[in-house]
């Protein structure tokens, strides 16, 4: 087994009144990796979430090793998502983000839309 990184996470979520913010909280704060801090950022428009967050992100990059960007509207339904980030970033230390399709139920099928950034 793949000794698991001792790493300092940065998760963003983008809210803007979605019908999942709760449960997408809750699916956060099961993750099995539990090295991390959660950050808001409510009701921005698009572009003004998106510059809030990696400014924030950048801000403190010293303090984190990895941003996860974790939308208002996606569960999460793997409790050791996290966990699986890390060793895939330590696995591949030249790779600066990593892209994770999910599921859309709207279009039935999986969309790319959780991302993880190396500061």
């Known amino acids: 087994m793949t000794a698991l990184p001792d790493k ?4 963003g979520t983008l809210y803007s009144k979605e019908n999942e913010y709760e449960a997408c909280v809750q699916s956060i704060k099961s993750q099995t990796y539990q090295n991390f801090d959660h950050f808001v950022f409510a009701n921005l428009p698009n572009k003004e979430a998106h510059v809030a967050l990696f400014t924030a992100f950048l801000a403190k990059k010293d303090q984190y090793d990895l941003l996860i960007k974790v939308d208002a509207d996606m569960v999460i339904n793997n409790p050791a998502l996290f966990e699986g980030i890390v060793l ?3 696995k591949h230390p030249e790779k600066d983000i990593l892209s994770i399709a999910v599921y859309d139920f709207f279009s039935d099928q999986l969309i790319f839309g959780l991302n993880a950034y190396r500061n």
């Open 88 to 90: 895939t970033m330590q």
């Open 8 to 11: 300092r996470l940065f998760i």
